[in-house]
């Protein structure tokens, strides 16, 4: 007859589970978010004379959302608006011409010298007596996890202020998804725990990016743009 298993000591100290960074979390999130595919529109019924409109969120498939409300309680301050931004085609990315033979890492990687110029939405409560301010345009670039709005910057300050937990033990190395892409760019070290700022405007961008199947529509294009219009453009953004 076979001996009882012994029992565990409850004295004996056990290790704390190991959880996922949240930079981790969030590309895994971003990757499973990017294999989606978009949902298409209902064919017309003669029989309905008024149908329910089809709007841009209808595009987004069921396993969709679980996703985005799990991004949403990360993300909480810039998921909606830069949903927002997206749906009011408020995000323009400029295409390089490709036909400069010594950009090799361009060669390699085009999204790389893509620009992205995001257009703050315009407050919705003004004076129809009051003339509206011109536009505010954001130059965002992703590969470098950057953006030239105020909010970006101040999120980046209080990131640098803030200190990872020590109460819980945390995967060394978040894992990067099969095109080697990770939450915050692959210039921050891989081990970086800290808070990553991120902002809407650079959050559309990621988005749009990241998930061309259900976000890339919405996103105005200028492509075979020349490097010296692209470093003009560069020099006055607001």
């Not at 595919?37 to 089809?54: E, G, H, I, K, Q």
């Not at 361009?106 to 257009?119: F, H, L, M, T």
């Not at 505010?136 to 670039?141: G, S």
């Amino acid at each position: 007859m076979a001996s009882p298993a012994p029992r565990p000591n409850p004295t004996t100290p056990t290790s704390p589970p190991t959880l996922p960074t949240t930079r981790a979390l969030l590309t895994h999130l971003l990757t499973r978010l990017s294999s989606l595919s978009p949902v298409p529109p209902p064919p017309p019924d003669p029989t309905n004379p008024n149908p329910a409109p089809y709007t841009n969120h209808s595009t987004l498939p069921p396993q969709s959302k679980p996703i985005l409300l799990t991004l949403h309680s990360l993300l909480h301050h810039s998921l909606l608006p830069a949903l927002d931004l997206l749906d009011r085609g408020l995000v323009e990315r400029w295409i390089p011409d490709n036909d400069n033979p010594d950009d090799s890492q361009d060669a390699d990687d085009p999204s790389v010298s893509w620009v992205y110029y995001v257009q703050s939405a315009s407050p919705s409560g003004c004076s129809s007596r009051n003339a509206l301010p011109p536009p505010t345009f954001h130059l965002v670039r992703v590969p470098i996890w950057h953006c030239t709005c105020a909010n970006f910057a101040l999120y980046a300050f209080v990131a640098t202020t803030l200190s990872s937990p020590t109460s819980t033990t945390y995967s060394p190395k978040p894992t990067a998804d099969d095109a080697g892409w990770i939450w915050g760019s692959t210039h921050l070290s891989p081990t970086h725990h800290s808070s990553i700022p991120v902002c809407k405007h650079l959050l559309a961008a990621v988005l749009a990016e990241r998930c061309p199947n259900l976000f890339g529509p919405y996103v105005r294009e200028k492509r075979g743009v020349a490097r010296e219009e692209m470093a003009e453009k560069a020099c006055w953004w607001d």
